[in-house]
């Protein structure tokens, strides 16, 4: 994939996968959709074959505090609305153990931006509009299911907001790789 994401890095020594939801290392996958991989509590605002959780974000994750160790979530904060982040962010960090590791995936509006400016029709991943344009614009909605931007300035913003967050050691980095290998 061309996206850049980004993350919340802390320490991620262990690789440790179980898909017994009473092991000692539990992995939260949230806003799964078909993407329901072994070793992980698959959550999803709609049921369906792997998924193990049904919860929309907005009202909360029916889970103990400090119930994960480790949580995924793939271009799902960007379908919430601007002022759901925090709240969801803060839930989010409530079902988090302590130390436990946060990755966000999210879609980096200045980077499209910059790949719309140089006219780079390869950066985009929808080839349905024969302009950049069309295809810049399509892709930042994602057929409208988009509803919160992200450039890393907002993002940090939005860290800084969660107390919780910024007592514990970590900075925002690009990276490209495969978010279940943890």
């Not at 799902?76 to 409530?94: A, K, N, S, Y």
């Not at 450039?151 to 980095?173: G, M, Q, S, V, Y």
């Amino acid at each position: 994939s061309r996206r850049r994401h980004t993350r919340l890095q802390g320490d991620w020594s262990s690789d440790v996968c179980s898909s017994d939801l009473s092991s000692a290392v539990r992995r939260l996958h949230l806003g799964c959709g078909s993407v329901t991989p072994a070793g992980w509590v698959n959550a999803d605002i709609f049921a369906g074959p792997g998924i193990d959780l049904v919860a929309d974000l907005r009202k909360g994750i029916p889970v103990a505090d400090a119930s994960f160790d480790y949580i995924v979530s793939i271009h799902v904060l960007c379908e919430l609305g601007v002022w759901d982040q925090v709240p969801v962010l803060q839930e989010i960090r409530r079902v988090l153990k302590p130390g436990g590791v946060v990755r966000l995936s999210l879609p980096d509006l200045d980077i499209n931006i910059r790949e719309y400016q140089k006219r780079n029709q390869s950066h985009f991943e929808l080839y349905q509009w024969d302009s950049v344009a069309g295809n810049f614009i399509t892709q930042i909605l994602w057929h409208s299911t988009i509803h919160c931007l992200y450039t890393k300035d907002f993002i940090e913003e939005i860290l800084k907001k969660l107390t919780l967050f910024i007592r514990e050691n970590f900075h925002l980095k690009s990276f490209n790789v495969r978010l279940f290998n943890i």
